[in-house]
């Protein structure tokens, strides 16, 4: 072995007076760092593969234990960041490409920070919603182009399949393979009480889940794992992966040992093989041969699911997101390049797409400039932290919004960024059945359902604030945000004005 | 009768039913006097069997017709008729251990005098139960034999 010195990130702190030896952080870790001395009760730990995920913090009765950071100075250098430094140590020794889970933790500008929201004084009534009806009811999908109304004032207008939401919140995709049965089932569980969906990813669909098939949308992604018939026809609606917001331009790939019978039943792979998707699809090259899937998935469900296609925010997302709405697309998804994701390169996540508020404010600005906005629904993903966020993000164009790392937070995760190594003590991100037990999807899905009814209460305090009643007063209602220190061209493509104006 | 049934699909093998009841059990109900200082060492009467790929905490099943109570040979392990709770009255238990013996779940545990679950009888909710973090453990009424 050659010298190789990476610092470890973390120290875990074991208060002795606290401590009972009761054991329980050394079952729980499965980085093992936790250890039992030869006697076989003294607890022990060696911090060296410690994650920060918080499992035997959370666990442990008494309170012993807390994670510090470990600091090893490095002479300072502003260039040179120990970060930079740590992982050419980790390529020198390994070769290999950084993998990373979660979405980027470069500080980036988050512009949902930079957007004041109004309210209203004096010259109109605020609305107090606990005494008023409010109303954020959503309803996806291609509207048609103009009503005719018959003498009886009965519409004449067939209507395109429409997905009828009871908040603007859903759940962005997460397969199964990357997250574990019991998260899943956690989230469709949550997803059919609130009135809302859960993305089945591109894992195809679990037979346990087949209950929640009416609030299940089934992804088709460039793998084409699980794609069948009945995958489509049990769905609310379609998805056409085009792209994934923390790794625009860049496929997936759950290694093989995650791919138990389980997971190959449902992708319809070999057990214990690699299943790769490709970056591109590769019967999608343009705008026409998109419209091709859209068109054949919509005949092998006879019209009657909505077909949405989900893009990562690149730099020309306006004109992307037009040229899907002209290929057929009923729903168009927009995933900013916060996004969170199993595993991404980690060059990948940290420097490839833009943020979600810029991308969704030129795609709608496009959309209505071109007069096709009322053609499509737009969602927009990739790193809600509340509902403030959403509020924000439906008033810069949005029907709704998808959320993922919320509800993950919801269920246990503590943001440790390692996904990617199969090893979630949290039992989320993983396929190890001493893990997945850990996650009672009767406990999470209560949590997860908690978390959004509190989102929509605060959806509803603040647009009642601003004397809004309905979702659909607020969509695209750029007038109702105010940046804050940003530049004249920041506000030009977000669409609002500064505050004070 | 309520029992505490255990579901072994859920159960973490993290053993803190053991260290609760254990405190509950103590003279302090103090976690830490209890778990560290207290002597004699407070007994924990349910035992979590197996281990992380399958564990399970067994503890007294409260049989209709326990053996224990039957074997006990001055009568100190009795049936409580209303309750159905089966309790050791420590003043009559000498120690002789036969009930440990005939136990066909393996529930009674030794300490002065036999050791075994009361379900918490003073609470609404057995400690083993209210503390379990994954909701492993149920305490519940579901009818027919325990």
Redesign the interface.
């Known amino acids: 072995m050659s010298i190789n010195y990476i610092p470890r990130r973390f120290t875990v702190v074991r208060d002795k007076e ?1 401590c ?5 952080c050394v ?2 870790c499965s980085n093992e760092c936790h250890y039992y001395a030869d006697d076989g009760k003294t607890a022990l730990v060696n911090s060296n593969a410690c994650v920060a995920c918080h499992r035997c913090v959370d ?1 442990c ?2 309170g012993a234990l807390r994670i510090e950071k470990y600091v090893c100075d490095y002479r300072e250098n502003a260039n040179w960041t120990p970060q930079y430094q740590q992982e050419i140590c980790r390529q020198a020794a390994t070769g290999g490409v950084l993998l990373s889970g979660m979405g980027t933790p470069k500080p980036y500008p988050v512009y949902w920070d930079k957007i004041l929201l109004n309210a209203s004084q004096v010259t109109n009534p605020s609305i107090d919603p606990l005494r008023e009806p409010m109303e954020i009811r959503t309803i996806l999908g291609r509207k048609p182009e103009k009503i005719t109304v018959e003498k009886k004032g009965k519409s004449t207008v067939e209507m395109p399949p429409q997905v009828i939401l009871e908040t603007p919140i859903m759940f962005s995709a997460m397969s199964f393979g990357s997250i574990s049965l019991n998260a899943q089932k956690s989230l469709a569980m949550a997803a059919k009480n609130l009135g809302t969906l859960f993305n089945t990813g591109e894992g195809g669909l679990h037979p346990d889940l087949k209950d929640y098939t009416d609030c299940a949308i089934v992804q088709v992604a460039s793998g084409r794992f699980g794609v069948h018939k009945e995958y489509l026809q049990n769905s609310r609606f379609i998805e056409i992966k085009i792209g994934q917001g923390a790794k625009p331009g860049i496929g997936g790939h759950l290694p093989g040992e995650k791919v138990n019978v389980e997971v190959s039943n449902a992708r319809m792979i070999p057990e214990g093989s690699d299943a790769i998707s490709p970056a591109p699809h590769h019967d999608i090259y343009s705008i026409e041969d998109l419209r091709q899937l859209i068109w054949s998935l919509k005949q092998a469900t006879h019209n009657e699911k909505p077909v949405s296609v989900k893009i990562a925010a690149v730099h020309n997302v306006a004109a992307i997101v037009s040229g899907c709405a002209r290929a057929g697309a009923d729903i168009i998804a927009i995933d900013g390049f916060r996004g969170g994701t199993g595993a991404a390169p980690t060059r990948i996540r940290d420097n490839v797409g833009i943020p979600i508020e810029l991308a969704l404010a030129a795609a709608d600005q496009r959309l209505r400039d071109e007069g096709i906005r009322s053609s499509i629904s737009l969602v927009a993903a990739g790193s809600f932290r509340c509902s403030a966020d959403i509020v924000k993000a439906i008033a810069l164009g949005a029907d709704a919004c998808y959320c993922a790392s919320a509800p993950l937070i919801a269920m246990g995760c503590h943001m440790c960024q390692t996904c990617n190594t199969g090893k979630c003590n949290w039992g989320i991100a993983t396929q190890r ?2 893990l997945v ?2 996650l ?1 999807p ?2 999470m899905h209560e949590r997860v359902e908690n978390l959004i009814n509190a989102w929509n209460h605060e959806i509803k305090e603040i647009m009642g604030g601003m004397g809004i009643n309905s979702v659909d007063s607020l969509r695209g209602n750029r007038l109702m945000l105010r940046g804050i220190g940003l530049t004249e061209k920041e506000l030009e493509i977000l669409g609002i004005k500064h505050a004070g104006e | 009768m309520k029992r505490v049934y255990a579901k072994e699909e859920l159960c973490l093998n993290c053993r803190l039913c053991e260290v609760y009841c254990k405190t509950a059990h103590s003279q302090s109900k103090d976690i830490i006097k209890a778990n560290k200082y207290e002597d004699p060492e407070p007994v924990s009467r349910v035992t979590v069997c197996g281990d992380k790929m399958l564990s399970a905490a067994v503890n007294c099943r409260h049989c209709d017709n326990p053996k224990c109570v039957e074997a006990c040979i001055t009568g100190a392990m009795q049936k409580d008729k209303k309750t159905g709770i089966v309790r050791v009255d420590e003043e009559k238990c000498i120690g002789c251990m036969t009930c440990l013996a005939v136990c066909p779940f393996g529930c009674i545990k030794t300490g002065k005098f036999a050791v075994k679950c009361d379900l918490c009888c003073t609470e609404d909710e057995p400690a083993c139960v209210k503390n379990c973090p994954n909701r492993a453990l149920v305490y519940a009424d579901f009818g027919g034999k325990g």
């Open positions: 606290l009972i030896n009761c054991g329980c079952r729980q666990m009765p008494t059945p001493e037990k850990r009672n009767d406990i």
